[in-house]
């Protein structure tokens, strides 16, 4: 089936029961438009895993959303069954890229890989899902014209309140259009953590084709699937991460746009992630690393359900462990708090049903989440200035991305007899 840029592949539109607020259920593949799709795992109804609340509406009922992952038998894109309007999950964002310091390292080795591999002298590179401009000012350091594209109000302001120029849109063919006669072609796409949020992906690479020079690349990062299962990253899974993503499927989508992979690396990042370079075909040499990437894909049989069967058996083995942990500290008298109000960490306390009776408060560095609740368990968020003065007895690490830099940050804490949970895979104590 070959699908238009800009077609959508969803079905019915549903209404969340106490709310009304409407959501749409997906009827085939977003990549290739095949259907119906396979269910994989469902972790019941949760509310969107950024969607803090204030403490004059904790009393209100918040939407719930199916949170249902699917497998395309076809093209193996795996994918939610739902798609939440994407309007109520962006345009007011409270993750800040530079709220997590690890991540400043990051992005400034990938901005000096860009700068000198592909955008010489004042090339211009464009970032879609910008954030608060942390890669964009790295870029900037080194000479590159870069601009973003961030559909949160909130954050757009503030980058460009930080000299770094950012357009406040979501990134369509008409913004690609605009952006490229004002500034001529890019030289590089650069999209950090966000085709997994696009429920138009065809639309997507419309328009990164439309914007990008005939020898441009778009390089993409995202959390890799296989290591979704490997490392039972449940809690990864939530409503603004729509597609669950693998080289094999993405090469099939910008395939139909006349892009080709020609790079692919591992990366650390987000509990391990696949970037990937595509440039148009044939203009550049595809690497080895690309035919690495789909061995290692096949090898771990991604095109069957046997994986998935497996995954979904060792997240319900995972919940159980930690809830047991949990309630066996508790009922040692134990005082139980969190570290990183992290969006996967509201995935994690819903599905297990933990609420503020276990995890008194969680701490977090981000100065847009503290004062807030917990969506769906109203677990208070403070300072992680709080956590270092209280000391709980145990701290259950929902940002157990950067393990040991907690850990590393937080060593009076552990010297102080401290000890953190990690929940993934298994629920495990540290030390
Ligand atoms: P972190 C985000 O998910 C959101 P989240 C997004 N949807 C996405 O796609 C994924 O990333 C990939 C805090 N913190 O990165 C800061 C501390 O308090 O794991 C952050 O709130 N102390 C775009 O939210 C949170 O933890 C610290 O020392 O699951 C980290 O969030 C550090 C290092 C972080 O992603």
Same mark, same amino acid.
């Given at each position: 089936m070959h699908l238009d840029p800009g077609r959508l592949v969803t079905g019915a539109v549903s209404q969340d029961?106490?709310?009304?607020t409407t959501y749409k259920v997906l009827a085939?593949?977003?990549?290739?438009?095949?259907?119906p799709l396979s269910m994989v795992l469902s972790l019941g109804e949760t509310p969107l895993a950024n969607s803090f609340v204030t403490a004059d509406r904790l009393h209100e009922a918040e939407p719930m959303f199916p949170l249902e992952l699917m497998r395309?038998?076809?093209?193996?894109l795996v994918q939610l069954s739902v798609v939440v309007d994407p309007e109520l999950m962006?345009?007011? @964002?409270?993750?800040?890229?530079?709220?997590?310091?690890p991540l400043r390292d990051h992005f400034d080795n990938y901005a000096s890989e860009v700068a000198q591999?592909?955008?010489?002298?004042g090339s211009l590179v464009v970032e879609v899902g910008?954030?608060?401009?942390l890669l964009l000012s790295s870029l900037r350091r080194r000479g590159v014209a870069a601009v973003g594209i961030e559909p949160s109000v909130n954050l757009a302001l503030a980058a460009n309140g930080a000299g770094l120029e950012t357009w406040n849109e979501f990134f369509t063919v008409a913004v690609a259009e605009r952006l490229r006669s004002a500034?001529?072609?890019?030289?590089a796409v650069l999209a950090n953590n966000v085709i997994a949020h696009i429920d138009d992906l065809r639309g997507f690479a419309a328009a990164v084709t439309t914007l990008l020079d005939d020898r441009g690349v778009l390089i993409v990062e995202f959390p890799h699937v296989l290591s979704l299962l490997d490392h039972v990253?449940?809690?990864?899974? @939530?409503?603004?991460?729509l597609s669950y993503l693998a080289g094999r499927p993405l090469r099939r989508l910008f395939h139909d746009f006349g892009l080709e992979p020609i790079a692919a690396e591992r990366i650390a990042t987000h509990g391990g992630s696949l970037r990937i370079v595509f440039g148009r075909v044939g203009t550049r040499p595809v690497t080895d690393s690309i035919a690495e990437l789909e061995r290692s894909e096949a090898a771990a049989r991604l095109d069957s359900v046997e994986p998935y069967l497996l995954f979904a058996d060792r997240v319900r083995r995972s919940k159980e462990a930690l809830v047991e942990m949990l309630r066996s500290a508790r009922m040692r008298g134990q005082r139980i708090a969190a570290l990183g109000a992290t969006a996967k960490g509201n995935t994690l306390l819903n599905y297990c049903g933990i609420g503020p009776d276990v995890v008194e408060y969680i701490a977090d560095t981000t100065s847009l989440k503290q004062g807030l609740y917990a969506p769906g368990t109203h677990i208070p968020v403070l300072s992680d200035s709080v956590f270092e003065r209280d000391?709980?007895?145990?701290?259950?690490?929902?940002a157990w991305n950067y393990a040991d830099w907690v850990l590393r940050k937080h060593e009076s804490y552990l010297a102080a007899g401290g000890r953190f949970i990690n929940p993934i895979p298994i629920a495990r104590l540290i030390p």
């Open positions: 029961a106490t709310t009304g085939g593949c977003r990549i290739c438009g095949s259907g395309c038998t076809e093209c193996g962006f345009r007011h @964002y409270v993750y800040m890229s530079s709220a997590s310091a591999m592909y955008a010489p002298d910008s954030n608060d401009g500034r001529g072609p890019a030289q990253e449940y809690d990864t899974i @939530y409503h603004e991460h000391r709980p007895d145990l701290t259950l690490l929902l």
